[in-house]
């Protein structure tokens, strides 16, 4: 054999690996989505106007971003990142799911479709959107705080009664995000959870999914406190809870 045919088939081989290496990554480490994707799915959900979708990455698409960023418990800073991209997907799929979609997170006319039928069923305003109306008919909640809420009755607790106790020992805490980490201890997540993975009883994906982390923040709070409110109480005598 020759050292040119040697060579070719050495680059052949390490070409194979890095497609299989690819291949394997888990989506979110993967390229994120052109531009006009993240704009389609940010129209689909209600964050951004049709006419938005012109593929520039402007002042207007930063700002449904970081609208989006704000009501899922991340940083708001307008970039479109793995995180953002993550739970973005997350938001389509949910959104799918409920309209009896595919669910690959992927805003196309599919499901524009699907969630027409749905909200047509639903005697709601037939548009192919899924916007805070839709939403809350399907039953998927559309910021961190109502994600809370909707927990409240499987605890026993009130809505009016409680979770203003609930917001403030999240805002002071972790200003409701899903990533933020204490630096000092360690302490993860929208409960800050001390350590972070105590909160994979209530579910594997208890570092990027906020209904999980909440899950897990309030049955910690019933099981040690009661409820929010004397939680809070707590909080406010010793700074943490």
């Avoid at 060579?7 to 394997?24: H, I, P």
């Avoid at 480490?29 to 049709?50: E, F, H, K, P």
């Avoid at 409701?176 to 993975?197: H, M, R």
């Avoid at 570092?207 to 939680?231: E, F, H, M, V």
Wanted: net charge negative; glycine share 12%.
């Amino acid at each position: 054999m020759t050292v040119k045919t040697t060579s070719a088939l050495r680059g052949l081989a390490v070409a194979v690996l890095a497609f299989v290496a690819l291949a394997l990554l888990p989506a979110q480490a993967q390229a994120l989505d052109s531009t006009t994707w993240v704009q389609r799915n940010l129209v689909g959900i209600g964050y951004l106007a049709s006419s938005g979708v012109d593929g520039n990455y402007g002042p207007q698409t930063t700002a449904a971003v970081r609208s989006f960023q704000h009501d899922n418990g991340l940083d708001e800073d307008g970039a479109y990142g793995a995180r953002t991209e993550l739970a973005l997907h997350n938001k389509v799929a949910e959104v799918q799911r409920a309209a009896g979609a595919g669910a690959d997170g992927a805003y196309g006319s599919g499901t524009t479709g699907s969630v027409t039928d749905w909200q047509r069923a639903h005697n709601l305003s037939a548009d192919g959107i899924a916007g805070p109306a839709t939403m809350n008919a399907m039953g998927v909640a559309r910021t961190v705080q109502i994600t809370a809420q909707w927990k409240f009755p499987s605890h026993g607790w009130s809505v009016s009664g409680q979770f203003g106790c609930l917001d403030q020992i999240y805002i002071h805490e972790s200003g409701w995000k899903v990533y933020a980490t204490n630096p000092s201890s360690g302490a993860y997540g929208i409960p800050q959870s001390l350590p972070g993975d105590k909160m994979a009883s209530a579910g594997s994906d208890w570092q990027t999914n906020p209904a999980t982390q909440i899950q897990w923040g309030l049955d910690y709070i019933k099981g040690r406190y009661g409820d929010p409110c004397s939680a809070w109480s707590f909080w406010q005598a010793h700074n943490w809870y």
